[in-house]
């Protein structure tokens, strides 16, 4: 079965430490993390996600930040060449965000206006 993830989520895997908007948003981040180490298959999304259920900013199935976090989603599959509902697995989508995005030096010009930006900034050079 395909889990739907929202494509700036990607970013946001990468750079997980354990961080988030409250215990429970944290761990379930942390269980979604662990489960990509399984590889699953994802579709594509550029709206809530399975990461999305447990966020406070969540309302009503729609983000409150709805259209920033699309305009990331929107960047993201850009420059990875994708489209929205496209099915990838997780481990090629993880390589595609690290090389186009991460590694290429574009993750700031995406989303250095989120507020977890700066884990991020602290991390991308090791990625």
Known sequence: MSRKLRAHHGMCLSFFEGKGYSHDFTAHMQRIWEEMRENPSLILAADADIICGQCPNLKKGICVSQDK??????????????????????????????????????RNEICGDCQWTEICRSKEKKI
């Open 69 to 106: 976090v699309e305009k990331y989603d929107r960047q993201v599959l850009d420059l990875c060449g994708l489209s929205e509902r496209e099915e990838i697995t997780w481990e090629d989508f993880s390589l595609l965000v690290k090389e186009k995005i991460i590694r290429a030096g574009r």
